[in-house]
């Protein structure tokens, strides 16, 4: 994330002598309970922390809760733990719990407590599954603070009550690693029309919750700066949150329920997973998009939340193995849910000889998607790609006229360079003026950054946006891999500064349909920066 320098200390005591103003009016059905709130960062420490704690003990003083506010990551125990009705997370970064105290705040949540995150709660616990499905997204890039457009889409919730249609306010607008719409109740989303800088494509939640087994679940992406703690509608927001996280009031955070369509086919990308324990993406060029889910070994599983399970029949997946095989288990809502299926994976012979596998669905459960995977020891198999398939008697269509074709305009397709999905020697870099408030960065003569999500297949053109105050160097277009086949290269140019971009556009040659690699080749030190490259069809 950028840094943002700290504001002077007459802005913070000006701010947290706002902070003493009345705070809404309390609610005199809530009994007295606790709060815990933690702030403790491994990663970016946002300088509102100190103005978002003493808010909360405001908003207590005045709505009957007492707040304990720590960063000692020691106090998730069970016993601990038991006495609060919620926990806070106020803008934590990084890996802030180990596996003990893990289990004991998922015990805690699945038994009745409740999660309040708060800004860059979602910027935590990366290699926990569990803490992904709680938080409900997790954060993938901002741009700089700016004013936007909220729209408040539900205003019966008590965090939301009292809201008009939209807010206009000024807060750093976090994007999302993936969009949480399908697995929780959307409460406020941004207008990415009103500002510069979402990747959202138009959907862009920002306040949500839903329950999390027997407890409850609440985030707001607003809260950045520390004028935020000081505005009664954000703090209204908030204590709607905590209350209701806490259960002292009930409300309406069932994520949709409308089914998908009978009669229709979903095919997704076995690396497209959204939770997971022990697989990862596997390289294999014949694989589509050349990545399958591998590393699969017994007991591990994969979860995909945009994948509903409801009116499922039929499920097929392109499988490959030089491994032992297994089974891989179809279920519904969780890793341990309902189960729909069952299928046998063989071995193919080769870990790039690909078979497909097909089994029936029963039962009529409603939630996401999730595979888990037995068999013997070492790996098992991999999944290039799986179906689901919701089957119906539908009309035979009348035949038409076949169309005379029309020519096909060109397809761009434009990726931030950051958004890699492999990479060796770089990593981003923050610059107010790149596309998202980031570049690819600290490129190095030998290093390589890969796209998975990116195929190469027809690709024609390649555009990049790029910056250098360095050696500039040259962009080798590949497929495959980083030692793929070449597709064509591009020089790159010192520029006179990392904030000065230019543009660089070379023509593509041969044949090749694997995922996009770039490389990187020059003289000593860093050459350039990349924010955004084009491939054109």
């Keep these: 994330m950028i840094r943002y320098t700290r504001r002077g200390l007459a802005l913070v005591a000006a701010t947290l002598i706002a902070t003493q103003l009345a705070p809404p009016a309390a609610q005199a059905a809530d009994p007295a309970y606790q709060v815990l709130v933690f702030s403790k960062t491994a990663g970016f420490r946002h300088d509102s922390i100190p103005a978002g704690i003493q808010m909360i003990r405001d908003l207590g003083a005045a709505n009957n809760f007492t707040v304990t506010a720590t960063e000692d990551a020691n106090t998730f125990t069970a016993a601990n733990l038991a006495q609060f009705k919620t926990v806070v997370f106020l803008s934590t970064t990084g890996d802030v719990l180990n596996a003990t105290q893990q289990t004991a705040f998922s015990t805690y949540v699945d038994g009745g407590g409740g999660y309040v995150g708060i800004h860059a709660a979602a910027d935590t616990e990366y290699d926990w599954p569990y803490y992904g499905q709680l938080v409900g997204a997790w954060f993938k890039s901002h741009p700089a603070i700016q004013q936007a457009v909220v729209k408040n889409e539900d205003r019966t919730h008590p965090a939301t009550t009292g809201l008009g249609t939209t807010w206009t306010r000024t807060d750093e607008w976090y994007n999302y690693r993936t969009n949480p719409r399908s697995t929780v109740h959307v409460l406020q989303s941004l207008d990415e029309t009103s500002y510069s800088g979402g990747e959202m494509a138009g959907d862009h939640p920002i306040t949500w919750c839903h329950p999390q087994q027997s407890g409850r679940s ?9 004028e935020s703690y000081a505005d009664t509608n954000y703090r209204n927001l908030v204590l709607g949150g905590i209350r209701y996280t806490a259960g002292m009031v009930q409300a309406n955070c069932n994520p949709p329920t409308t089914p998908p369509p009978t009669g229709d086919s979903t095919t997704v990308e076995g690396e497209a997973y959204t939770s997971q324990s022990g697989v990862q993406p596997a390289g294999h060029a014949g ?15 994969a979860g995909y939340a945009s994948v509903n399970t409801q009116n499922a029949k039929t499920f097929s997946a392109k499988v490959s193995s030089a491994g032992a095989g297994g089974t891989i288990t179809i279920r519904s809502g969780s890793q341990t849910g309902t189960v729909l299926g069952t299928v046998a994976v063989p071995n193919t012979g080769s870990w790039d000889t690909f078979q497909t596998v097909t089994t029936n669905l029963t039962g009529s459960a409603t939630g996401p998607l999730f595979l888990s995977f037995s068999g013997g020891a070492g790996s098992l198999f991999d999944i290039d790609t799986f179906t689901i398939t919701r089957n119906t008697t539908t009309p035979t269509p009348t035949p038409t006229p076949t169309p005379t074709p029309t020519p096909t305009p060109p397809v761009s397709t434009t990726t931030e360079g950051e958004a890699y999905t492999s990479q060796f020697g770089v990593q981003p870099a923050g610059h107010g003026g790149a596309s998202g408030g980031n570049t690819l960065g600290y490129i190095d003569n030998g290093d390589w950054a890969g796209y998975s999500q990116v195929n190469t297949q027809g690709a024609k053109t390649f555009t990049a946006k790029f910056s250098s105050a360095g050696a500039g160097g040259t962009i080798t277009i590949r497929s495959g891999s980083q030692t793929g086949t070449v597709l064509g290269t591009v020089a790159v140019t010192n520029t006179g500064s990392w904030d000065t971009f230019r543009t660089v556009t070379t023509n ?15 003289g000593a030190g860093a050459l350039f920066d990349i924010d955004t490259f084009t491939i054109t069809r």
């Design 218 to 226: 609440f985030y707001t992406g607003l809260g950045h700066t520390i």
């Design 287 to 301: 694989a589509s998009g050349g990545n399958t889910l591998g590393y699969i070994d017994n007991g591990d599983w």
């Design 508 to 522: 593509l040659t041969g044949t090749a349909t694997g995922p996009l690699f770039l490389t990187f080749s020059g």
